[in-house]
Structure formats: C-alpha cells, structure tokens
C-alpha cells in the first residue's frame, strides 16, 4: 500500500521555467511533509520541509505548497536551473517527526538547457 | 564539519550469509536511521536509534537488527541474506528526532546477493 505517492516518474523543463513536482498521501495522520534530491551515486539531500499548520513554504527558488484536504502537495522551483536535474523524492511523517519517513517513488526531473 | 559517511560503498555476499553495514554521523547528531531503496522505489524506513535506543521500526523482519554507540556511530546488521535484500542502504543522521530536524544522508552502499 503506497501512502505516499508521486505519479510522474519524470518530467522535462526548460532552463528558466517553472518546475512543479507533485505529491498524493493517503495517511490523513501525516503532518509533517517534505522533499528531498537525489544525485546519482550520492544519498538524498534535504531540500524543504512543511508542517500541516501550513499551506505553503518557500526557501530560494524552492516553494512547496500543501492543500491537506486534497491530501496533496507540489514543489515549485522557480527559475529551473540546469543543476536542479535530479530524482525528487516527497516524504511524509506523523507528530512532526522524523524517525519514520514513508517516501514516494521519486520524479526524475531534466532540466533541458 | 563532517558529513554522514558509510562503509563500504559496494558488496557482494551470497544468499544465507551475515552482512554488517556502518555508518559514521554527522558531527552533533544523535539520532541515526537506516533505510533500504530497492531499485526504483523511494527510501523505506527500517529502523531509527536515538541515544543508543531503537526509535523506531518499520516493516523489516528480526533478522535486520541495528546498534548505535557511544559516538553515535551505528551499524546494520542483516542475518540469513535473501536475494530480495539486494538494494541501496541508506543511513541518516539527525540533531533529534522531531521535525525540524531534517535527515541527513549517507551515499549508501549497494549490496547486492547472489
């Protein structure tokens, strides 16, 4: 049972566009929402986080929305940069913690110069 | 300021065999956990320690078993080696274990059993 789910497994951007990488949970017990990068042959790197008080947080370029009755949530990255190409992971935890994560399956975005 | 490092970085053991895995935290961390990435999935959550005390299990079986010392190093052990325990390992450390606290990564190791 997938609790967290990403539905495009890739997507192509081009260089100064908007990126938007979407998000689907299940568990109405999650409150605690965020996204990680992953580059090839290296571990996932922590990107942004948002609590379920919240509908939206930026940081940079990077803005992750939240609409908890959709049960869905997006990251905006704005403008695409070429370094941005990478596999996206959303991830979801209860009690605003951290010791159990459930990840999605991850977008792999390209950003096409 | 170091990062989260793993050993070893690739391994090959055959089914039924014992393998450890280890993992040095970010400095200041307390908090580490394990996750396993099959190919092409997301991270699942294995197991969390917090002060040398699991924090924490996911849907593993007893045979994956974990420690945290002192320094706040850890290891992950895996007993009896199935071909489906082929994957990325990857160890995380974090200041706590609240929100707010985000995961640090490790570059895993890729295990592979034949």
């Known amino acids: 049972d997938q609790q967290v789910k990403q539905n495009s497994p890739s997507l192509s951007v081009q260089e100064g566009r908007i990126s938007i990488l979407n998000c689907d949970y299940t568990n109405s017990m999650f409150d605690y929402f965020l996204w990680y990068k992953k580059y090839p042959a290296e571990g996932p790197t922590f990107l942004i986080s948002?609590?379920?008080?919240?509908d939206k947080n930026e940081d940079g370029r990077f803005t992750v929305f939240l609409n908890k009755s959709a049960k869905h949530l997006s990251l905006h990255i704005v403008p695409s940069q070429p370094g941005d190409s990478a596999v996206y992971f959303c991830a979801a935890s209860v009690n605003f913690g951290n010791e159990k994560l459930t990840f999605g399956t991850g977008t792999r975005l390209t950003i096409i110069p | 300021e170091t990062g989260v490092t793993q050993s070893p970085t690739h391994l090959i053991k055959t089914r039924g065999q014992q393998v450890t895995l280890r993992c040095s935290s970010q400095?200041?961390?307390?908090?580490v956990s394990w996750y396993q990435q099959a190919l092409g999935q997301g991270p699942q959550f294995i197991f969390q320690y917090y002060r040398e005390e699991e924090n924490g299990r996911g849907n593993f079986p007893p045979r994956f078993s974990g420690l945290q010392f002192p320094n706040y190093s850890s290891e992950l052990n895996v007993n009896a080696l199935e071909l489906d325990d082929s994957a990325l390992y990857l160890c995380?450390?974090?200041?706590?274990?609240?929100?707010?606290?985000?995961?640090?990564f490790g570059n895993g190791t890729r295990l592979t059993v034949t």
């Open positions: 995380a450390s974090s200041l706590s274990a609240r929100g707010g606290s985000p995961l640090h």
């Open positions: 948002i609590s379920s008080i919240k």
């Open positions: 400095s200041g961390h307390n908090t």
